[in-house]
């Protein structure tokens, strides 16, 4: 890969990831993501961190699993969100918190449904804190 933009390169090359909303299910989205992390991390093809989230979960796929993105130890440079449109604004206090630089939203319920406060909510969270936002209601980013 080429060289990647410094405001872009927390979605390319980040040195942690929190999956807020990894799940043990495994026709989740929140576990196909962690999934597909942890597989790239055990193959040597991503160096970050990785960090689950669940409240519900004490581990998920072998790593140890955090009740809250404000337990994960250490910065967080990258958050992807994977759980209900309401709870995503909290998350983003917490990620503006852990001086988060990138947040990928997955979640729906946003704009494309007529709720336009709270997805300007989330921008606005986004923009105080000087995080980058990929979302919402997108399926990440795909780097071949």
């Known amino acids: 890969m080429g060289k990647v933009a410094e405001d872009l390169r927390p979605f390319f090359e980040p040195s942690s990831i929190a999956v807020v909303g990894a799940s043990r299910h495994v026709n989740k ?18 160096r970050a961190e990785l960090y689950p989230v669940n409240p519900k979960a004490k581990s998920i796929l072998g790593f140890d699993c955090y009740p809250s993105l404000r337990r994960v130890p250490g910065p967080v440079e990258l958050v992807v969100i994977v759980v209900p449109a309401r709870l995503v604004p909290e998350i983003m ?7 988060a630089r990138a947040i990928i939203i997955i979640s729906p319920g946003f704009s494309e449904v007529g709720n336009h406060e709270l997805e300007a909510a989330v921008v606005r ?14 399926v990440g980013v795909f780097d071949p």
């Not at 989205?29 to 991503?46: C, D, Q, S, T």
């Not at 206090?93 to 001086?99: G, I, S, T």
């Not at 969270?125 to 997108?138: E, H, K, V, W, Y």
Request: glycine share 12%.
């Open 29 to 46: 989205a929140g576990h196909v993501i962690f999934k597909n992390l942890a597989e790239n991390k055990r193959k040597g093809l991503l």
């Open 93 to 99: 206090r917490d990620a503006a918190r852990k001086e």
């Open 125 to 138: 969270i986004g923009r105080d804190a000087g995080m980058r936002i990929l979302g919402p209601n997108c």
